[in-house]
């Protein structure tokens, strides 16, 4: 039997069943799917200067409102390395006094704008290597800040055209150190202002903060702080232009297997635009630099060129992306990727 066709089997038997026998909150389903064509010169890759072809990470998505006052959400995914649940929550969204919202369960957390964003529905093809924890080490976790947490939030309308919503969670902390179980709680808060400039730029700014235990052992704490600019200008009636930006800050203590203690400083930021056309077509340029984790005195640079087209809506997206990369050491990487994007069910790989 091949590797994890029990799993999607069990995947597949479990929707047959909530459809024919669920009752009266049966979710939305949705499948998300991507097929990739991928080059790059990086030495440190598996298949450098040679063509690959692969199909990504399969998204499934099963999503209702339970009731007027609860939703509920669950995200599944599936790739090389097996089956996963990505999120899985409940959100009260009216109901509380004063308007107050709920979330619990897990889900990506909401530190800056691009981290809680699946990755289906970026203008472009990768996670900027800043908000990727594998990749700059700003923000914990694996591929992403996720964790299981209970959220709180308040939306207060300050006038017409502005708004303030502040958002705290309280997190398990499991992200801040991987290699044990310990649940050492950790906490996220947020403050964004959401704005029209001029009545015709839909614009926000936010600010997050975020702490962790990184050993629970010698006490030794992350905290993680971010300042975010998005806008939003109609440039005809048929050309918008989106800009966007975040800088995040981290300061952190680790120790060793010998519980020696050291300290990290670094900070980095990536900035795009992204002109869209008639809904149909797309294009911008992404720039990011952070201090490399392997050296804080160097950076990391990243320059991305991207385009992207709607064959008819957002349920099939072809786009190209070309990225130069430079190490901290100097060494240069040409990397070109071009994705297929395909969706299916009402959750679709929505235009960002």
Not at 149 to 156: D, H, P, R, T, Y
Not at 197 to 202: E, F, H, I, N, Y
Not at 307 to 320: P, Q
């Amino acid at each position: 039997m091949p590797k994890y066709f029990r799993q999607y089997l069990l995947i597949l038997l479990l929707l047959a069943w909530v459809k024919t026998f669920g009752g009266v909150t049966n979710p939305d389903i949705s499948a998300i799917g991507q097929v990739s064509l991928a080059y790059t010169d990086d030495s440190a890759s598996p298949s450098p200067e040679k063509p690959t072809m692969g199909l990504g990470e399969v998204e499934l998505v099963l999503d209702a409102a339970l009731n007027p006052y609860l939703r509920g959400s669950f995200v599944l995914s599936a790739g090389e390395e097996g089956f996963a649940v990505e999120e899985a929550y409940a959100s009260v969204v009216r109901g509380l006094p004063f308007g107050l919202g709920l979330k619990a369960g897990k889900y990506r957390c909401g530190f800056g704008k691009i981290n809680a964003v699946h990755a289906h529905a970026y203008p472009f093809i990768r996670t900027p290597r800043i908000a990727d924890p594998a990749a700059a080490g700003l923000l914990p976790g694996e591929e992403s800040f996720n964790e299981v947490g209970l959220q709180g939030s308040e939306f207060i309308a300050v006038t017409d055209n502005f708004a303030v919503t502040v958002t705290v969670d309280l997190l398990q902390g499991n992200s801040f150190h991987l290699d044990t179980t310990t649940a050492d709680f950790g906490w996220l808060a947020r403050v964004a202002n959401s704005f029209l400039v001029g009545d015709k730029a839909p614009s926000e700014i936010g600010i997050s903060l975020t702490q962790g235990m990184n050993d629970p052992f010698t006490k030794t704490k992350s905290f993680i702080a971010g300042g975010d600019l998005k806008t939003k200008v109609a440039l005809s009636p048929i050309v918008t232009a989106t800009l966007q930006g975040e800088m995040m800050y981290k300061a952190a203590a680790h120790s060793d297997s010998l519980h020696a203690i050291s300290h990290e400083s670094r900070w980095g930021f990536y900035a795009f635009t992204d002109v869209r056309i008639a809904n149909h077509y797309n294009a911008g340029i992404l720039y990011e630099q952070y201090q490399s984790p392997e050296d804080e005195k160097r950076f990391d640079r990243g320059f991305k060129p991207f385009v992207g087209f709607n064959l008819l809506e957002e349920s099939t997206i072809l786009r190209l992306s070309y990225e130069y990369f430079v190490t901290h050491s100097g060494q240069a990487v040409n990397s070109v990727e071009l994705q297929f994007l395909f969706s299916m069910g009402p959750h679709k790989a929505h235009l960002f």
